[in-house]
């Protein structure tokens, strides 16, 4: 026991002292960011013609990027994560219950952000923020949900690509995926799985560094709110859809996932304290992903979760149970097609907690995956994106926020499937 004890701590440790390395560039990073906050305050207020020509072309390069490399990850993301679901044919019981709790947590998150956005409602900014509403919503009104689902079906293998329709990726990296898990293990097949798996480390890479050079984003995308402000644009409507982010987010990982800890007879207590490396280190590394090997050390050491789960289980989880990168994307979707001009209502609600759920699955567990998915998921419908600029100064506090409730449901999740198939799995000796 006292060895188990001192696993996971030395795990803790190793992450906690990675992350004192970096503290001195994470403090600068911050600086610069604080710096671009406040110097694009400044200059916004100024409100100079050919400054604010500049500020906008800078925006429009970032947003353009933004699209450019989600769309790719989106895809590489499922495919990788489906291609790798058939190996350990075993766990056949074990993928049921993972996927089952999965879904089930996934989209609850997806329903409670629909359900507080209904209640608050928050309002619309000005629709000159957005420029071409009026247009974007000509091309959505044209158009009936059956027709929406049909153009989901892409008629070349290059069209959703090309479209940038996120939908689309979505369904065509679901048959590739699944389509590599049916092939029979052979190194054709895994020289497509690592070739796939190489392309993905790419675009990360690209990824981290479009993140170095966000700070000059961030400039302009606030010299651009507040020469709007200035303008007459009013924060109220923003400041309402912060609160719907953060709140809906609150109430899954305090009240939601414990609560169904509680009907599945777990102490959510005892599993937040037996979790609590990871979601730490989750907070502070806003990536799922990276938190990974203290997730696993905590669910193993200290809950005793038994391996053949943890290890099947978080792996999966850690890509496609994003709790709160599936009230995000509903919330804010909804929201960016409400100032659009498109009315919301009970249909449209329902429809997108779908869309939230099948988009988060895609989602790449990495700092920031959840902004680019949204962002090319709405851009892909023809609706404008401008307010995104708006919420990217601070994504960072949702993004902590929301990668502490991503690694909190995955360590849910595996708990509650350990329970389910503690009696269904043959015994084995301890290793």
Known sequence: MSENSQRVNEAAHDAFASVNRSKKSRVITAVLYVTALILGAILGYVNNASLNEIFNFIATIFTRLFSFIAVP??????????????????????????????LLTTILAA????????IVAPSNVPADVSGAAADAVAKYETLSYFEHIQNIIPNNLL????????????????????????????????????????????????????????????????????????AGVLLGGIAEYFGVVISSNLIQLFIILPAILLLRGLNPLKIARGMLPALAVALFSKSSAG?????????EDNLKVDTRVSRFVLPICTTINMNGCAAFILITSVYLLQNAGIEIGLGTLVAWVFIATFAA??????????????????????????????????????????????????SCVANIVNKEVKDKLPTVSAE
């Not at 689309?168 to 895994?190: D, P, R, Y």
């Not at 938190?291 to 669910?299: E, F, G, Q, R």
């Open 361 to 410: 699955v895609g989602n790449a567990g990495v700092p920031m995956g959840c902004y680019f998915l949204t962002l090319s998921l709405v851009s892909s419908m023809n609706i404008p994106v401008a307010l995104m600029g708006v919420i990217l100064p601070v994504y960072a506090v949702i993004d902590m926020i929301e990668t502490c409730l991503n690694v909190w449901s995955d």
């Open 111 to 118: 329903a409670l952000g629909a359900t507080i956005f209904s």
């Open 291 to 299: 938190t990974l090997p203290v997730t696993i050390a905590s669910a």
């Open 73 to 102: 990850v989106i895809a590489v993301s499922l495919i990788t994560t489906l291609a790798k679901l058939s190996k350990g044919s075993k766990g056949g019981t074990i993928f049921g219950y993972t996927i089952f709790y999965t």
């Open 159 to 230: 069209q959703p690509f090309v479209a940038g329709n996120v939908l689309s990726i979505l369904l065509v990296a679901a048959a590739f995926g699944l389509g590599i898990a049916s092939l029979k293990e052979s190194e054709t097949k895994s020289a497509l799985l690592n070739t796939i798996l190489g392309f993905q480390e790419l675009l990360f890479t690209l990824i981290h560094w479009l993140i170095r050079v966000l700070p000059l984003g961030i400039l302009a995308f606030t010299a651009q709110l507040v020469a709007q402000m200035e």
